[in-house]
C-alpha cells in the first residue's frame, strides 16, 4: 500500500506540535521551581559489586524484569482462558453461554483494584496456606530455586507473584473473551454454512475455516489488550509486588527525585508497549503477505 504524501496541513501540524513541547521546555526550565537531578538516576539501573566484581541489576532493572515477567505469564494465562470463554458464548449449550456471560460481565464491570485484594486474600493468604504450596517450594534444591527465581519470583514471594499473575489472567481474560468472540461472529454466516455443508464438524469449522479468517481481524484489539496487560500490571504494586511502578515509589521515597523518576519509567513502559506495536504490526504485515493483500 502505497504512502500518502505529506501535505502542508501536515507541516503545520507537526510544527504546531513541536512549538508546544519547546513552550513546555521552556516553562518548566524557567516557572518550574524545581532542581532537576538526573544524575541519581543511572545509579539505580545497575551498580557495581565489589565483592563479585561485576555489575548487578539494580531496583529499576529488577522491576523493569518484574513486570516483563508479569505481563508474559498473565498473557499466556489469559489467552486461553479468553478463547475458551469467547467458545462457549458462541456455543450452542445455554449453561455455557451463561457462564461465559456471567463471567465477563462480573470482571469487566469490577474495579481491578477490588480484584486485586480479593484475588491476593484468597489465593495468596488461604489458598496456598492450606494447600502447603509456600512449604514445598521452601523444600526444593538450589537449582530449582534459581529457575523459578528467574522465570517467575524467588521462591519467598512465589505466592505473592501467583495472586498478581492470576488476578490479570482473570482481568485481561474477559476483554480477550470479547475481541475473540466478536471477531468470530464477524465472519459471513455463509462460511459456516459452507463448511457444513462440506461435512466439517464444529470443531473443523473453527479451526480450519473460521479462526483462520478471525485471527486477521482479531490481531490488532488483541495486540492492544497485550499492551493493556503491561500497563495493568503496574497495579499490581498495591501488594508489594517489586515491578517497575513499585520499585519506582521505593526510588522516589529515597531520594525524592519524583519528576526524574516518573519520567523514567514512563520511558521503560513506552520502551516495552512500544516494542509490542512494532512487533505486532510485523506480524500484521507477514499475514497480509501470505494472503496476498
Known amino acids: 500500500m502505497s504512502r500518502r504524501p505529506v501535505g502542508w496541513i501536515d507541516v503545520v501540524v507537526g510544527a504546531a506540535c513541536a512549538a508546544l513541547v519547546l513552550w513546555l521546555g521552556y516553562l518548566m526550565g524557567s516557572r518550574v521551581r524545581y532542581n532537576w537531578n538526573w544524575s541519581v538516576i543511572p545509579q539505580f539501573f545497575f551498580y557495581y559489586d565489589e565483592a563479585g566484581s561485576r555489575w548487578v541489576p539494580n531496583l529499576i532493572v529488577k522491576g523493569f524484569l518484574m513486570t516483563i515477567k508479569l505481563s508474559v505469564w498473565a498473557t499466556l494465562l489469559a489467552t486461553p482462558l479468553g478463547v475458551l470463554t469467547a467458545l462457549l458464548r458462541i456455543g450452542r449449550n445455554l449453561v455455557g453461554r451463561l457462564l461465559g456471560r456471567t463471567y465477563v460481565e462480573l470482571v469487566r464491570n469490577m474495579p481491578p483494584l477490588v480484584l486485586v485484594y480479593i484475588v491476593y486474600y484468597f489465593v495468596s493468604d488461604q489458598l496456598v496456606r492450606a494447600l502447603g504450596v509456600e512449604t ?86 488483541y495486540a492492544g489488550q497485550v499492551i493493556s496487560t503491561i500497563k495493568d500490571s503496574a497495579i499490581v504494586s498495591v501488594i508489594s509486588i517489586p515491578e517497575l511502578t513499585f520499585q519506582g515509589l521505593e526510588i522516589m521515597a529515597s531520594t525524592y527525585r519524583t519528576f526524574e523518576i516518573w519520567i523514567t519509567i514512563t520511558a521503560l513502559y513506552f520502551v516495552l508497549t512500544f516494542t509490542c506495536s512494532l512487533g505486532v504490526q510485523r506480524l500484521e504485515a507477514a499475514l497480509g503477505a501470505r494472503r496476498g493483500y
Not at 202 to 214: D, E, K
Open 136 to 221: 514445598l517450594l521452601l523444600s526444593l534444591g538450589p537449582g530449582m530455586q534459581g529457575f523459578l527465581e528467574g522465570c517467575c519470583a524467588p521462591v519467598t514471594k512465589m505466592p505473592v507473584f501467583a495472586s498478581a499473575v492470576f488476578m490479570l489472567a482473570i482481568y485481561e481474560g474477559a476483554y480477550i473473551a470479547e475481541i475473540v468472540r466478536a471477531g468470530v461472529q464477524s465472519i459471513d454466516r455463509g462460511q459456516w454454512e459452507a463448511s457444513s455443508a462440506l461435512g466439517f464438524t464444529r470443531l473443523q469449522q473453527l479451526r480450519h475455516v473460521i479462526f483462520p479468517q478471525a485471527l486477521a481481524r482479531t490481531l490488532p484489539p
